[in-house]
Nanobody, 125 residues
Framework: QLQLVESGGGLVQPGGSLRLSCAAT????????IGWFRQGPGKEREGVSC????????NYADSVLGRFTVSRDNAKNTVWLQMISLKPEDTAVYYC??????????????????WGQGTQVTVSS
């Protein structure tokens, strides 16, 4: 059974950094593009970033470009989201998700089939 588990969330001050991890079991990891999404209080879920199965292609939302970096190690069945220069508006529950489709710039949640349970990121002084 395909499972995704996020970890690494927490409370951080503005300007700080966090690294989120997404670990997977139950499927051939490098067949899947992995996306990161977030949902803030009272907001819709939005795409943050995605990475292709090989790791050779990535996309980012404009709001995080230059601050967030997605990477993966298929030997470890893990994807990471490195976040720097965090802002209060980055506060959200962050989810990773998997799709057999491509990593495309629209970062639409509807394109992804399997989801983790989420990890809370709070940016506050």
């Amino acid at each position: 059974q395909l499972q995704l588990v996020e970890s690494g969330g927490g409370l951080v001050q503005p300007g700080g950094s966090l690294r989120l991890s997404c670990a997977a079991t139950g499927f051939t990891w490098d067949d899947y593009a992995i996306g990161w999404f977030r949902q803030g209080p009272g907001k819709e879920r939005e795409g943050v970033s995605c990475i292709s199965g090989s790791g050779g292609g990535t996309n980012y939302a404009d709001s995080v470009l230059g601050r967030f970096t997605v990477s993966r190690d298929n030997a470890k069945n893990t994807v990471w989201l490195q976040m720097i220069s965090l802002k209060p508006e980055d506060t959200a529950v962050y989810y990773c998700a998997a799709t057999l489709g491509p990593c495309i710039a629209t970062l639409s949640p509807s394109e992804f089939d399997y989801w983790g349970q989420g990890t809370q990121v709070t940016v506050s002084s």
